[in-house]
């Protein structure tokens, strides 16, 4: 089943496709169509996944907060019928 993004980064409304088989999540998705580097993301992730054991609302939170301090917001994920 395929899906579809839809996001504000800028001001902007935007939508783009996402498959699971070439994104790791939505993020990367966003990440990628932005043309943005998660270098850091990564390694700040990987340090709270570490300390949390991988608690998933803390990472859900963390995820959150960080794309939203990069200027994302209203992320959901739209099912193609």
Aim: glycine share 4%; net charge positive.
């Amino acid at each position: 089943m395929a899906f579809r993004i839809r996001y504000h980064y800028r001001k902007q409304s935007r939508e783009i496709g996402y498959a699971n088989d070439r994104h790791h999540s939505l993020y990367d998705a966003i990440a990628e169509a932005e043309g943005l580097d998660l270098g850091e993301f990564r390694r700040l992730e990987t340090q709270l996944a570490n300390i949390s054991r991988n608690d998933r609302k803390t990472m859900k939170e963390f995820r959150e907060e960080y794309f939203r301090k990069l200027g994302f917001s209203q992320i959901s994920i739209v099912r193609d019928d």
